[in-house]
């Protein structure tokens, strides 16, 4: 590391809200070696990456030094799926490393001055995978000519852009560095930038130029639009800017695999960028696969074929129930099924929907001790050992030990299997009379049964909720299935007349203190156990009703204080209280979490055997860099 | 014939009576006397293929309404000690002594290296079996509670003749309770498809003229659709939450209402030629109303074809139920039927290693095949004078 | 000939009409469209942005206007947003699920939905032709009855099983890749031999799968034709003057029996095809049918629609060309001016 650049970094640190982000090592230090079997009207290597390219420390994550070649094989259920390669990739302007701490990616460095201006500084010399530099006019081009044109972007700035509705002041301060500031501390910005499909405040200027009102040929691309089917500029700028989607073969990337314009709809070939910004410490350009080859299979025959051996690397479609099939392949045709263990806060959980309409539902449920005993009349232990061989661990919805936030008492609270204690506490709210069956009876003179809802795909949902029937059948709650679609679960909730759905648990289970905990406060109106209050924020009390419910109220407070929030100690203590309201509550009812994940790996070298599997934080192999990755020869 | 060469021209001096001549033996007397009902059964009965095939769909049928107590537990009671557990083999002999039917006590434990259950024999446990018992309760037709079944495993012991699956749910209670659905929904079907084709069919045989081709073209028009997406479109078209008992009905009727045209076309000709036999003109001439001819002359002839025909068109529908619930377009958990078992076999991989699972395919193919022995049976006797 | 052959197709074109429209009331039957749902979504997850872009695409593809009108730009007959812009004139519709025109989703599986229905006919009618005869000719022999039973065991077996079956044995024996049309590595190459190759030994499974349910048909049929000829008058004087056996088959009964064989195709094609869709999905083949299936959950409406009127229009060229053929044969028909129906 050069001095210059030590300096650089050193001296915000002092007003740093946020960790310092940097990049290791530097250019200067390395022997660049080329890469074999690249065209030959490529610039030479030091042409191709920045002049100073992020330097991957292979032997420090105890990973090894690869060599480059080879494709990996490997299926997706639907052709949209294309787009994974760009959450596997995970190249970010900044993102989540194997810690879950943020660090700079394609960026260089990034200054944060108290929590509210934030300076991204690009790599000099940094191009996007046609060979065009890549810098501070594509950030522009992003902020003012696309977040901003109201053709584009008719319904202006994404939330994460917005404190308070207001807007940043983005200024260019030379070729490589662009500044954002606002008037409060933005803590959701970064973080937003990390995510596995992030919104890319950067957009190739000189590609999409051409299509653009402002700067392209009217004539040309009136033909265009034709051409494509689309009608307007505005239309067909939109089609041809799919960063994320990758749709277009054509729009240049950052990403490690880009898309070729060979292959159809059933295949899909993904080539290496020639201008990838990473390198590993012996010079070697990442990433070390030569092609990624998506096939689209149906997502039934995904785990057959992968049984096959038609696959290199797979995780995606297959599921738990698929590991006896995989393992009993793996001698035969020599891989290996490594299980990774689900990142999220809970395989699934039973939602009680607090906003639900019917007001002695609403009352019901919004009992803290009728939640408690449904939680305590659950046999997670045999659940977990039915459908996970008792390979998951058991417990609330919540965040798991793998997170910093992790408190022992999060998972276990409310969570043991006590149906005497749950009885005795449905008891204590007064429903004492039982039919003939043995269910009691609501205050209204109906039995107590309880319709669950499920969005129908995953069919151990079903399985568990059969589980959880027979020890409810003991605490006197008669549980009915429902299966039903996401779509209809969706609209029911919206018209409060879902009572219970089940869902998978909290999608981030392993979150840090940087992470926003909007998944923790009725702050989204998709949510199916409060949709109306959620509602209510995202239409600033135009929508949905205002919360009305002490802990809710409460989530809601601390969710706001983390949004003007400065400091880490501040964010881990609102962290810390959210999920304890959540335990102590028991608002979502967790059974089973880290799940085992099956990923099969075929002759693939520097893929964990142990990991998390994710989707945000972790973009499924993103998180373990599916750039480093090679084949042993 | 030889004789005849060498003898002079022969003449029986016997008198010849053409009425004692012509007497019936008792044999011929009933033949000519039965109803034409009769004949088609005694027809029936040398086909000897069909008449098993209907006895075996009588066995099947039973189950309709006797599952409870044919079935050794409910299709949803669980044993959480045996997941995914194989067929226990059933035996009669224990240490060379003859103990009746029994099955011996299992242990199980995961083998984590293969991440699968493992279940060993214990010799040591008889388990015989017990006929007309008490075991698991259950709900009779809904209605009142009952444990007595025909057979049960011993006291506490387990019987899983075809294995259990995933959940520890036995296979032979889901098929048998499966039974209900799977075999009521081509009866209902074909009963809609029945009533359809003779009406339209009806109509366009007997009015003939505009009728007749109008009706000809929406046939033409049906059976040009392809079935099975038409199925598909439609039962996706099924408001998924519905209640099982309407998705089953609005399967059945999705079912009925595709499968008219062939029968409409069967009837169509049919009353077609029979219109132009004597007796139905003379019925005409004698001034009898559509009606009365349709219902009272013309009917009788084609009953018996009609059966033949919707026999054939019954196994059709089960296939046609399997399909969708396979695809996951038709009936799902905790509804049961042979479709919705042989979803759990989706992934063929998984059959490779439980291959159990695939159990719900052995009563469809016999009950395919008997509905169509006995189809063609029908038909074969369906025009006795022949 | 000419002149039954355009009134045979001028009949077809009220019978595809009614068909479109018919059609078209069963995809336009469940509740919502594609983007009204697409809109509940977003709308819920606060995307505000997209949601006004799926408000432009409902009145861009007219899903606001009242069904009969809807049916109607579908069709062509109606002016649209964008004018007279639909199926008549050339425009397939748009899928919402891939974003592009219809065209490009299902344009590269027509051939091959169109290659398998072919191999398929071709497949039974081989298979069921020398057995048909065999089993005529030899009736109530054991050859008769195991070939019967064979068929109807492939009748009775649920098609979608024995083809996931045959799929994994064929991959263990062969090591022929599992579903498919071809081995991953050909599917965007050119032509060569070893993708042909591939295609040929994919379509085996497949073939033998739709096949079956159709081969037990067409035998029972055969069979049963030819043996009401065999013992008609003409054959057993035939045999009477020593004609020989086999120029004693082909001469007449078989021909004769010909006629409702080939007639048959008209009841084969909507049955083969609608066995293809379904073990498609299940196979991953390439075929209309995967497409179908995921177009109906979807709700992706123009793109379902489209599907399932390809498939009906297949099954009318199907029972064209049957009827053609029949005429050929048959020269009453052909005369009479009336189709066999």
Redesign the interface.
Known sequence: MTMKHIAKLVLPATVLALPLLFCAGAASALDLRETPGLEADLPPIAERVPLQPLVVDLAAKGRTVGQHGGTINTMIGRSKDVRLINAWGYSRLVGYDANLKLVADLLEAVEVEEGRIFTLHTRAGHKWSDGAPFGAEDMRYYFEDVASNEHLNPAGLEPFMLVDGEKPTFEVLDETTVRYTWSKPNPMFLPELAKSRPPFIYRPAHYLKQFHEKYGDPAEIEKLAEEQKVRGWAPLHNKQDDLYGAQNPDEPSLQPWIRTATGNDRRFVLERNPFYHRVDSTGQQLPYVDRVIMTVVDGKLIPAKTQAGESELQARNLSFADITVLKQGEAQQGYVTALWSNSKGSEMSILPNLTVKNPMWRELLRDKRFRHALSLGIDRQMINRTLYFGLGKIGNDTVLPASPLFKEEFRTKWAEYDPDKANALLDEIGLTETNSAGTRMLPNGQPLEIIIETAGEDSSQVDALELVSETWREIGVKLFIKPSQRDILRERAISGDLVMSVWSGFENGIPTSEMTPDDFAPVHGDRLNWHSWGDYYETKGEGGEKPDWAPAERLMELYSEWLVSTSEEQRTSIWEEMLSIHAEETIHIGLVSEVPQPVVIKDLKNVPLKAFYGWDPGAHFGLHRMDEFYFAK | MTDARDTTHYVNPAPFNPIEDEVLTPEQERYYQASQWQIMWWKFKTHKLALWSGVVLILFYLCVPFAEVIAPYTP?T?D?EY?YAPPQALHFFHDGQFVGPFVYGQTSE?D?????WVFTDDPNQVQPLRFFCFGTEYKFWGLFDANFHLVCPAEGGTMFLLGTD???RDQLSGLIYGARLSLTIGLVGVTISIVLGLFFGGIAGYFGGVADSLI??LI??M????????W???S??L???WSPVWIYLGLTIILGLLDWPGLARAVRSKLLSLREEEYARAAVLMGAKPQRVITRHLLPGFTSHIIASATLSI?SMI?GE??LS???LGL???SVSWGVL?NE?????????YPWL?AP?IP??IV??AF??LGDGLRDAADPYK | MLDYILRRIITMVPTLLVISFLIFLIIELPAGDYISNQIAALRSSGEASAVAKLEFLRAEFALDRPFLERYLIWVGLWSGPHGFDGLLQGNWGWSFEFNKPVEEVIGPTLPMTIILNFTTILFVYIVSFPIGIYSATRQYSWGDYGFTFLGYIGLATPNFLLGLILLYLFNRWFGLSIGGLMASEYIDQPWSMGKALSVLAHLVVPTIVIGTAGTAAMIRRLRANLLDELHRQYVTTGRAKGLKERKLLVKYPLRMALNPFISDIGNLIPSLVSGSVIVSVVLNLPTVGPVLLSALQSQDQFLAGFVLLFVAGLTLVGMLVSDLLLAVLDPRIRLGGRAAS
């Not at chain 2, 059976?223 to 038409?230: D, F, G, N, V, W």
């Not at chain 2, 076999?345 to 290693?353: D, K």
């Open positions: 949803n669980r959480s997941l995961v984590l290296t293969n991440m699968k995933r959940l520890g000809q073209r033409e028009i059976r040009s659709l392809p079935e099975l997406p038409l598909m479109a439609l996706a078209a408001p998924v939450n196994p296939l399997t399909a396979f695809l996951n799902r958990r905790p042989l076999a989706q992934n063929i991989s998984v059959v490779t290693v695939m395919v469809i193919i395919v095949l169509n022995f």
